[in-house]
């Protein structure tokens, strides 16, 4: 049975990782779905084989003008709006301790991460609102539970923000029938983390607390979204969803 038939759902950074992943499994199972994305680049052969079904539109999510410009499409295109998937992120390679993280580099994380994530809450909740409902699922991450192994104040700051910003809004917004949830996962192999994953050094530092022993996969988070997206979850609203491995539960990993 298809658990997303006749939504509408818009999937930020739709175009790589986690959210890409979730617009592939959110059209398997039936949804219409815009991914909004920066670089739209790899959903070439998605559009052809969902044709109809699928809408690519370029997005600054840090850009008021251009989230407002997103949702006038998928308002103009589909009237309404049931899922807003926010998944789009950044953690760039200069993002490390206090002292050493340049200004541009925090201002640049907050943007994006945090306050991207706000606006197209912002613009997002009036189509909902309008379409009886909805759900919206928000990427946050384990570090907004725990420091990381290696510094990367920023990122982590931004994701500390989009856990409490969740709960926020999913108080604002329970008895008007849209549920607000966010999702942690653990570390993902996705290009976000390419560059950390590729010194094997720093990717031996991240796998020794993973008592599962190994990275997750952008499908399990797509799968985990899906759970939040769709009706089975119809009683979670203010949820954080570890998807981790088991990370925030060790105290020591296994041998
Ligand atoms: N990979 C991990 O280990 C991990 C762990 C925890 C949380 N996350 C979070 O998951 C989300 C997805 O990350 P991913 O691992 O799939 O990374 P990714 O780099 O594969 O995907 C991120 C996407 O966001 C898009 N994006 C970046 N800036 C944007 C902007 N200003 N406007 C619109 N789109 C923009 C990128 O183009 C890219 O397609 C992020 O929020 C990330 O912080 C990832």
Same mark, same amino acid.
């Given at each position: 049975?298809? +658990?997303?038939?006749?939504?509408?759902?818009?999937?930020t950074?739709?175009?790589?990782?986690?959210?890409?992943?979730?617009?592939?499994?959110?059209?398997?199972?039936?949804?219409?779905?815009?991914?909004?994305?920066?670089?739209?680049?790899? !959903?070439? *052969?998605?559009?052809?084989?969902?044709?109809?079904?699928? !809408?690519?539109?370029?997005v600054d999510v840090s850009d008021s003008k251009s989230v407002k410009?997103?949702?006038?499409?998928?308002?103009?295109?589909?009237?309404?709006?049931?899922?807003? &998937?926010n998944?789009a992120g950044i &953690? $760039? #390679?200069?993002?490390?301790?206090?002292?050493?993280? $340049?200004?541009? !580099?925090w201002d640049q994380v907050q943007n994006i991460n945090l306050k991207g994530l706000w606006l197209c809450c912002k613009n997002?909740?009036?189509?909902?609102?309008?379409? #009886?409902?909805?759900?919206?699922?928000n990427?946050?991450? &384990?570090?907004? &539970?725990?420091?990381?192994?290696?510094?990367?104040?920023a990122y982590?700051a931004s994701k500390g923000g989009v856990?409490a910003l969740?709960?926020?809004i999913?108080?604002?917004? /329970?008895?008007?029938?849209?549920?607000?949830?966010?999702?942690?996962?653990?570390?993902?192999?996705?290009?976000?983390?390419?560059?950390?994953?590729?010194?094997?050094?720093?990717? *031996?530092? +991240?796998?020794?607390?993973? $008592?599962?022993?190994?990275?997750?996969?952008?499908?399990?988070?797509?799968?985990? /979204?899906?759970?939040?997206?769709?009706?089975?979850?119809?009683?979670?609203?203010?949820?954080?969803?570890?998807?981790?491995?088991?990370?925030?539960?060790?105290?020591?990993?296994?041998?």
């Amino acid at each position: 049975m298809s +658990r997303l038939s006749n939504k509408i759902a818009v999937i930020t950074g739709g175009g790589s990782g986690i959210g890409f992943s979730a617009v592939e499994l959110f059209l398997e199972e039936g949804a219409k779905v815009i991914a909004a994305d920066i670089n739209l680049e790899k !959903t070439g *052969q998605i559009a052809t084989k969902y044709e109809g079904r699928f !809408t690519g539109v370029e997005v600054d999510v840090s850009d008021s003008k251009s989230v407002k410009a997103m949702f006038d499409t998928v308002e103009n295109k589909f009237g309404s709006l049931d899922i807003l &998937f926010n998944c789009a992120g950044i &953690f $760039p #390679g200069d993002d490390g301790g206090v002292l050493d993280t $340049p200004e541009s !580099t925090w201002d640049q994380v907050q943007n994006i991460n945090l306050k991207g994530l706000w606006l197209c809450c912002k613009n997002g909740i009036p189509l909902m609102l309008r379409s #009886g409902g909805g759900s919206i699922i928000n990427v946050a991450s &384990f570090v907004s &539970f725990v420091g990381a192994a290696t510094a990367q104040v920023a990122y982590t700051a931004s994701k500390g923000g989009v856990l409490a910003l969740t709960r926020e809004i999913a108080v604002e917004y /329970a008895r008007k029938n849209i549920r607000v949830n966010s999702i942690c996962p653990g570390p993902i192999e996705t290009p976000l983390l390419k560059e950390l994953l590729s010194d094997e050094q720093r990717r *031996q530092r +991240r796998l020794v607390h993973i $008592p599962m022993g190994r990275f997750g996969k952008s499908e399990e988070i797509a799968k985990a /979204a899906l759970f939040l997206a769709s009706d089975d979850s119809s009683f979670v609203t203010g949820a954080s969803l570890l998807v981790d491995g088991g990370i925030t539960a060790a105290y020591v990993t296994p041998e």
